[in-house]
């Protein structure tokens, strides 16, 4: 499968200090989106793919919904489009926007830091951050979001939270706030491999074990609910040591790309950042799905999580002479071990055996790990 | 007090000047067959790599992790058969779905 994501603008409404894209005034008009379409076919057939999927990305994408409702029509109509998702902060969600997605089955992937979203994400002076009650700027994004949060608990009961230096020091607090707000199993990512120093790991290790602490009490008492990073060290432990892990660490250039509002197609929206590896006709899929193969990295030869880690980003590697960074490495090594003590102390929880088999169900091995946002 | 226009993003002209521009992976397990493989991999032979479970950690890092991959896979084993000696109705139910990055 082919993951396509649709880069409709680099421009968003909130600065969130740790996003690498360049937020510049760009829009995709529907010519460019059209253009693109036997481009499109063209890299999928050189991947080795014959259907993809689509993910409307920014910037905020919910800035161009007119390229939305544009490309929506003709993605539902192409036999080759498995499936269509939009990855967005949902602050300019509205009633009829929300009921477009909805009829239209274009699933929400909520980027939403929780807590801490007032400190990362701070409002900047626009229109969009308005409450349109009162025309004013919200105070804070929390506010913006309590405003929608109808809206938005109708759309997805999911989000995916960045853990990045700046935030680690909340992660408890934050899981407690996204229960409390409705969201049992918010998907914590770790983001940028690439800007962790030894005390920022440090810290991060002291602040996982904190925040595993809590969760295991959570599940002992009986409270349904997960943590997108131990999730998925528990479920990339058993897949990898029973199956061997994926041939990937992520989709970028070597099984999709973002098309950007340019027209141009880039491994992902990192690489399109810094213009770097255009996806034009020279572009050698194969060299890409074999150099960056997780299983064929010298580095991980000697390593504890060979069998089971996918090596962290794609574009850090080869800004690192094509090997996985020592931080990222270190940050799975903390991860994996606090999602193995969570399996070793909540064997005998019927809530987590429940949520283990409903996971392996509903992942099986052939949807794993295609979303990055880092 | 006179209420602020706000421009949206929308109204800022666009200033960058853009150039014209004319899986690989298998087949799902089953649960049945998962669990199969995990009694293997406890075992250290069929389709998984044994040479890596128990395998100690020669890399420098910050920290000395321990990862007990048998005694992982037999806890595994162990929630994975227990959930569903429980009939479907009796198990937590969850519309969430996997997005794994």
């Known amino acids: 499968m082919f993951t396509l994501e649709i880069s409709v603008t680099e421009k968003c409404n909130l600065g969130c200090p740790y996003c690498y894209v360049a937020n510049r005034p760009t829009f995709m008009m529907p010519e460019t989106f059209d253009n693109a379409i036997p481009e499109l076919y063209d890299l999928m057939k050189r991947s080795g793919d014959t259907e993809y999927h689509v993910s409307f990305f920014g910037g905020e994408p919910l800035l161009n919904w007119d390229l939305i409702t544009h490309a929506v029509p003709f993605l539902k109509s192409d036999r080759k489009c498995k499936g269509i998702n939009i990855i967005t902060n949902l602050t300019m969600i509205d009633e009829d926007k929300a009921k477009y997605l909805k009829e239209n089955g274009v699933g929400v992937s909520w980027s939403f830091d929780g807590m801490s979203s007032n400190d990362t994400r701070p409002l900047l002076p626009l229109m969009e951050n308005t409450n349109p009650e009162t025309g004013e700027l919200f105070d804070g994004i929390l506010a913006m979001y309590n405003y929608k949060k109808d809206i938005i608990m109708d759309l997805t009961n999911g989000c995916k939270v960045m853990i990045w230096p700046g935030n680690v020091k909340d992660m408890t607090e934050n899981f407690d706030f996204l229960l409390e707000y409705g969201i049992e199993h918010p998907d914590f990512s770790i983001v940028r491999d690439d800007v962790w120093t030894e005390a920022d790991i440090r810290e991060y290790r002291t602040e996982l074990i904190r925040l595993t602490d809590s969760y295991i009490a959570k599940l002992k008492a009986g409270i349904p609910c997960s943590v997108g990073f131990l999730r998925l060290a528990i479920l990339d432990t058993l897949y990898g040591l029973v199956k061997g892990k994926r041939p990937f660490g992520c989709f970028a250039g070597t099984n999709g790309g973002v098309l950007m509002s340019s027209g141009e197609f880039y491994p992902c929206a990192r690489f399109a950042s810094k213009k770097i590896m255009l996806m034009d006709e020279n572009y050698n899929f194969k060299y890409y799905q074999d150099q960056f193969n997780p299983k064929h990295f010298d580095k991980c030869e000697p390593c504890d999580l060979k069998q089971v880690c996918n090596a962290g980003c794609t574009y850090s590697q080869i800004m690192n002479d094509n090997k996985p960074l020592d931080s990222i490495c270190e940050l799975f090594h903390i991860t994996y071990e606090q999602g193995m003590r969570v399996v070793e102390e909540c064997r005998e929880e019927k809530v987590f055996q429940d949520l283990i088999l409903h996971y392996i169900e509903s992942v099986g091995v052939e949807n794993e790990g295609v979303e990055c946002r880092n | ?101």
């Open chain 2, 1 to 101: 007090m006179e209420k602020k226009q706000y421009k949206s993003l929308m109204a800022i002209p666009v200033k960058v000047e853009m150039a014209p521009v004319e899986h690989m992976s298998d087949r799902v397990l089953t649960t049945e067959e998962l669990q199969i493989q995990i009694d293997e991999a406890t075992k250290g032979k069929a389709k998984v790599d044994s040479k890596y479970v128990e395998y100690s950690n020669e890399a420098g890092h910050l920290y000395e992790y321990k990862f007990n991959y048998t005694r992982f896979l037999e806890n595994m084993s162990y929630i994975i058969k227990q959930a569903k000696s429980r009939p479907q109705d009796a198990r937590y139910k969850n519309s969430h779905e996997m997005i794994i990055q």
